[in-house]
């Protein structure tokens, strides 16, 4: 599993748990519509702080909560 798998893993679940849309995560997030998309499509391999804090933010969490689950805390990444 790759850094990238494990956002796009867990972005995906909060999106469902909350039954929002990519599109209304980008928009509670402040962010566009394709950079959401990017990071779930796995384009963008390495999203930035300030987008992973707003997408927090979007998903009313600090970056702490979004980055702490299971797959990121419990597993050897491979190199990307």
């Known amino acids: 599993m790759t850094y990238s798998d ?3 893993k867990r972005l995906t ?3 469902a748990d909350k ?3 990519t599109n209304k995560l980008a928009t509670l997030s402040g962010i566009t519509q394709s950079t959401v998309e990017n990071i779930i499509s796995g384009k963008t391999k ?3 702080l ?3 804090h707003k997408l927090a933010i979007g998903l009313d969490m600090t ?3 979004l980055l702490n689950f299971p797959e ?3 597993t050897a990444f491979d190199d990307e």
Do not use: D, F, G, Y
């Open 6 to 8: 494990a956002i796009i």
């Open 13 to 15: 679940k909060l999106c």
């Open 19 to 21: 039954n929002i849309t």
């Open 46 to 48: 390495n999203p930035k």
């Open 50 to 52: 300030k987008t992973l």
């Open 63 to 65: 970056v702490s909560e």
């Open 72 to 74: 990121m805390n419990e």
